[in-house]
């Protein structure tokens, strides 16, 4: 099993939609979440932290579920700008700077 | 210009010849890691460096080096490069175990 996996996609969705994101991980004791963004053929770029009281950042919501080991983005309204794809991460509490990356869900934004 | 460069961004290389890329970051970070990234495997670390002279390898470190004499650079050597070792690499630095800063990348092909 991956110590982080994602949602296979691609999500394909018009503009204005809502699309929800999940990635799973298997360190229950993994101490920092993320979503990074990446475009194609370019570096992945921090979109937000994810906190257990959840965080909102405009039309992008990111929720963290311990217990379950789940972590989940939200974005509401998509634009076409929003095409990328989406990479969970997650640092393992090693004392290091260990950090995982899921393999990515692409998103495509149609008008 | 806050920024992590990496160079070169395209390389073309044959079986065993040795090969360097050079990362730099002009940040001041302390941390600094090394990504390679293939379809379908998403994101997989290397070695990440957590100060000067401090290294530690990462998920797939294997027929890597890298060594840290100075904070602002942290190269990559492969030693003898293999056709696996093909890939997309991404160095990145980080103030802090939250978020990192990208590199553009490097496209390493090995014949």
């Known amino acids: 099993r991956k110590e982080v996996e994602q949602d296979p996609g691609p999500f394909n969705v018009p503009e204005g939609a809502t699309v929800a994101f999940n990635c799973t991980y298997s360190?229950?004791?993994?101490?920092?979440f993320f979503w990074y963004r990446q475009d194609c053929r370019k570096e992945p770029k921090l979109l937000m932290s994810v906190y257990s009281s959840g965080n909102e950042d405009g039309r992008f919501t990111a929720q963290l579920n311990r217990a379950s080991q789940y972590i989940s983005l939200l974005i509401r309204d998509s634009k076409l700008s929003d095409s990328a794809t989406y990479l969970c991460v997650v640092t393992p509490n090693t004392g290091g700077f260990k950090t995982i990356f899921g393999a990515g869900t692409r998103l495509f934004v149609k008008a | 210009e806050a920024q992590v460069t990496q160079n070169p961004r395209y390389l073309i290389t044959v079986t065993g010849k040795k090969l360097t890329v050079t990362c730099s970051q002009n940040m001041n970070h302390e941390y600094m890691s090394w990504y390679r990234q293939d379809p379908g495997l998403g994101l997989r670390q290397i070695y990440y460096s957590m100060n000067v002279e401090v290294t530690d390898k990462g998920d797939v470190p294997e027929g890597y080096k890298v060594s840290r004499k100075e904070k602002r650079n942290f190269p990559l050597i492969l030693e003898s490069p293999s056709p696996n070792q093909t890939s997309l690499y991404f160095c990145?630095?980080?103030?802090?175990?939250?978020?990192?800063?990208f590199g553009p990348g490097t496209r390493l092909t090995v014949t």
């Open positions: 360190n229950s004791a993994s101490q920092s």
């Open positions: 990145a630095s980080s103030s802090t175990l939250y978020e990192q800063y």
